[in-house]
């Protein structure tokens, strides 16, 4: 239990500072394109151990959301994000649950569930994420169109860094 | 204690994500610039919105006294009409021939054989008996009785129904009357045969008869024949109004009715 602790407090750490120290300047801008940003602390969240506590899960989704919006001076946006993810992830859990439930008390990882699991649990819980962050940074519905592109698009980005930190990183449990 | 700690086993998430929610809304609301004017704006966005359906409201609950004032104005307004086409006005008090009061349909009947129709006009207003009745698009009838308060009139969808009506562009006069049993539909007699007339024409009244000006819409020639050795047509009049579903008439008061019905008793005579 104090392993998983640990791991998770390292890759709390290492994803917020990966956000608001890299992330955060990079952007892509084509004249008028700008809808790609990188999002990749959600990671953390899907991360989180399957069996943890779900007030604890939205709890620390809250927290990492907070972490980040100091970064971003926009006090309360991730951390609506986030909470709103780590609601989701429960429900999602739920959706997603195989037949005879889960026989693991760690993190959910492409090794233990399955590369088609884990990328369609991981790519529900990405998209619902920003879509939720891209409404509540515009405010408004009148803004749907850009809320939309700004989903794809981002969401194609930062699933592909995802990837990629799971194929460097090689999360055991 | 314990309940409240059953209570956060069961619906923690929920209450954690909704307390969380809430918080980081706030937060968002009053420390972001962006957030914060879209917020106020679009409150006030559904505030204006509660405005603008009050006001409907009040302006549904208002819609009888525009009713009546419109249809004041359209009485004026087709008073002006009407007597354009009128003959020059006698050279007394009058300097229009016909006034037109506006009127509501109280009542009416228009399934039967005769039928009927009351309106909310009567003396007070200065309706008469024999005033005929017209709606902005055609015929209605002719006021049979009246009484301080309301007007009784006879339909034009009535077996007793004679009015006297030309078709457009002829001058030849003919009987409007009611065969059918349909509310639709009058019929035009004694136009001659050699008339060239086709579906379509226009069928008004003539000004023949002291009750109707000239020139009022009747409706349109839906077919016509001839009868067997009858000289006249037998036409089907398509009424251009509809009756059933008219609420808003316009009495006609011909103000040398009684000047003209005089002399043409004296010379019939």
Redesign the interface.
């Known amino acids: 239990m104090s392993s998983a602790l640990i791991r998770n407090s390292i890759r709390f750490f290492l994803l917020a500072i990966m956000q608001v120290l890299i992330f955060k300047r990079v952007a892509f801008n084509w004249g008028d394109f700008a809808f790609i940003h990188f999002l990749v602390y959600p990671l953390f969240i899907i991360m989180l151990p399957i069996k943890m506590?779900?007030?604890l899960?939205?709890?620390l989704g809250?927290l990492i959301?907070?972490f980040v919006?100091l970064f971003y001076d926009?006090?309360?946006?991730h951390?609506?994000a986030g909470?709103?993810t780590?609601?989701a992830r429960?429900l999602i859990l739920d959706l997603l649950e195989p037949y005879e439930g889960y026989n693991t008390n760690d993190s959910p990882t492409i090794e233990t569930m399955g590369i088609s699991w884990f990328m369609s649990y991981s790519s529900i819980i990405l998209g619902l994420h920003l879509f939720y962050y891209f409404s509540?940074?515009a405010?408004?519905f009148v803004y749907i169109f850009e809320i939309v592109m700004n989903t794809i698009f981002s969401f194609i980005a930062s699933f592909i860094i995802l990837m990629l930190y799971l194929l460097i990183f090689r999360p055991k449990r | 204690m314990q309940n409240i700690l059953l209570l956060?086993a069961r619906f923690?998430?929920?209450?954690?994500?909704i307390f969380?929610?809430i918080?980081?809304?706030?937060?968002?609301?009053?420390?972001?610039q962006?957030?914060r004017s879209?917020?106020i704006n679009?409150s006030n966005y559904y505030a204006n919105k509660l405005d603008s359906k009050t006001s409907r409201w009040q302006s549904y609950l208002s819609l009888q006294e525009v009713n009546d004032s419109l249809a004041k104005h359209n009485a004026t307004l087709m008073e002006k009409f009407i007597n354009i086409d009128a003959p020059a006005p006698a050279p007394s008090d009058t300097s229009i021939q016909y006034d037109v009061i506006p009127a509501k349909v109280i009542r009416s009947t228009f399934n039967l054989r005769n039928n009927h129709l009351t309106l909310n006009v009567g003396t007070k207003e200065g309706v008469q008996k024999d005033m005929g009745v017209i709606s902005e698009n055609g015929l209605i009838g002719i006021v049979r009785e009246v009484n301080e308060n309301f007007a009784h009139v006879i339909s034009v969808l009535n077996s007793q129904s004679r009015i006297s009506c030309s078709v457009k562009d002829y001058a030849y006069p003919g009987n409007l009357i009611w065969k059918d049993l349909d509310p639709n539909f009058m019929h035009l007699q004694s136009i001659p045969k050699h008339v060239g007339i086709s579906i379509g024409d226009t069928v008004i009244t003539n000004g023949y008869s002291t009750i109707f000006p000239r020139d009022i819409m009747v409706g349109t020639i839906a077919a016509f024949k001839v009868e067997k050795g009858s000289s006249n047509y037998n036409i089907k009049v398509k009424l251009s109004n509809n009756i059933p579903n008219t609420q808003i008439v316009y009495v006609i008061n011909n103000k040398l009715a009684e000047e003209q019905k005089a002399l043409e008793i004296i010379g019939d005579e």
């Open positions: 506590p779900r007030p899960v939205i709890f809250f959301g907070i919006d926009s006090p309360g946006v951390a609506s909470v709103f780590g609601y429960g509540v940074e405010f408004s | 956060f923690g998430s929920h209450i954690t994500f969380l929610t918080f980081s809304f706030v937060l968002i609301v009053n420390y972001n962006t957030q879209i917020f679009s």
